[in-house]
C-alpha cells in the first residue's frame, strides 16, 4: 500500500514535563492537550518515603530535577514543566522561583512548576480568596496554605484527605465531596485541588456548575501554563480557565439563591 500521498507524520512541538516517581496520571495530561502537541515525560528517581514534607523536598532537589531536564533536552521540548505541587510549593514563594530557575538553566528553555502556575491562574481569574483541597497530610496541607498566603491570596475554606501514599486511587465521588465541604458560594473566588496524582479532569465542569466558582486543578493549572508559553491553549470540556464563556454563570431565581448563601 502506498502512503507516500500522507507526507509524512505531522510537526510536532513538544513539552517536556518532569513528574515525581510516583506520578500515575500522565493519561489525565494528555486530555488537556491539543493534537499538534507532545508530551515528553520522564520521572525523578524512586526514594521510599511515603507522601509528606520530606518527600516533597527530596524529589524536588536541584540536582535531581536538572537531570531530568537534562535528560528531556535530547527531544527539544520547547517548554518544561515541574508537574508536583508539594515538591513545588515546599520552600514558599522564592523556593519555587529558585527552583524554576535551576530548571531553565538545565535546559536552556523557558520552566515553570505547579505551583507556580497554581499562582499565575489565579492570577488570571483574578481571584484574591481561595478554598483548597488536598489528599495530603495536615502538616503538608499548611504548607500549601502557607505558600499561597505568602503569594498574597486569603485561603478561605480547606479540606485534607490526609494521604500518605496511592492518591491517584482516591475516586472522583471522594473529591467532590471534599470540595462541596471546603468552598462555598460566595466565600472564595475559586477552588484548588491540589496534588498533580489526584484525579480531577471530569469533575472540574461539575463542580463549577454546583458551587459556581472557577475551579482549577494541579494538572490543568500545569499544561495550561505550560501550553500558554507555546502560544497555544489548553482542551477541555467548558472549564473556567481555559474559556472565558465558563467564566460567566447565569442569575439564580431568587429563591434558589438563598440556598447558596
Do not use: K
Amino acid at each position: 500500500m502506498d502512503v507516500s500521498f500522507l507526507g509524512g507524520p505531522r510537526p510536532q512541538r513538544g513539552v517536556g514535563v518532569v513528574a515525581p516517581f510516583d506520578f500515575a496520571l500522565d493519561r489525565e495530561l494528555w486530555r488537556w492537550v491539543p493534537d499538534e502537541v507532545s508530551l515528553h515525560l520522564t520521572r525523578t528517581p524512586f526514594v521510599p518515603v511515603e507522601v509528606s514534607l520530606d518527600l516533597a523536598r527530596l524529589v524536588s532537589e536541584h540536582e535531581t530535577l536538572g537531570e531530568a531536564v537534562r535528560a528531556l533536552t535530547a527531544v527539544s521540548p520547547e517548554v518544561v514543566a515541574y508537574a508536583c505541587t508539594s515538591g513545588s510549593f515546599v520552600d514558599g514563594v522564592a523556593g519555587e522561583r529558585a527552583m524554576c530557575a535551576a530548571l531553565a538553566r538545565a535546559g536552556d528553555l523557558p520552566a515553570l512548576t505547579t505551583s507556580g502556575a497554581l499562582l499565575e491562574a489565579l492570577a488570571e481569574l483574578g481571584a484574591r480568596r481561595v478554598a483548597l483541597v488536598t489528599p495530603y497530610t495536615a502538616s503538608l496541607t499548611r504548607a500549601l496554605e502557607e505558600y499561597v498566603a505568602e503569594a498574597g491570596v486569603r485561603v478561605t475554606g480547606c479540606a485534607c484527605m490526609g494521604l500518605t501514599r496511592h492518591i491517584w486511587r482516591v475516586p472522583y465521588r471522594d473529591v467532590v465531596a471534599m470540595a462541596r465541604g471546603a468552598a462555598r458560594p460566595g466565600t472564595a473566588d475559586a477552588l484548588f485541588l491540589s496534588c498533580t496524582n489526584l484525579p480531577t479532569y471530569d469533575v472540574i465542569p461539575q463542580l463549577e456548575a454546583e458551587l459556581r466558582m472557577p475551579v482549577i486543578s494541579a494538572n490543568q493549572v500545569t499544561m495550561w501554563a505550560a501550553l500558554r508559553r507555546l502560544g497555544t491553549r489548553a482542551v477541555g470540556p467548558y472549564q473556567a480557565l481555559l474559556d472565558d464563556a465558563a467564566r460567566v454563570w447565569p442569575v439564580l431565581p431568587e429563591e434558589q439563591q438563598e440556598g447558596w448563601t
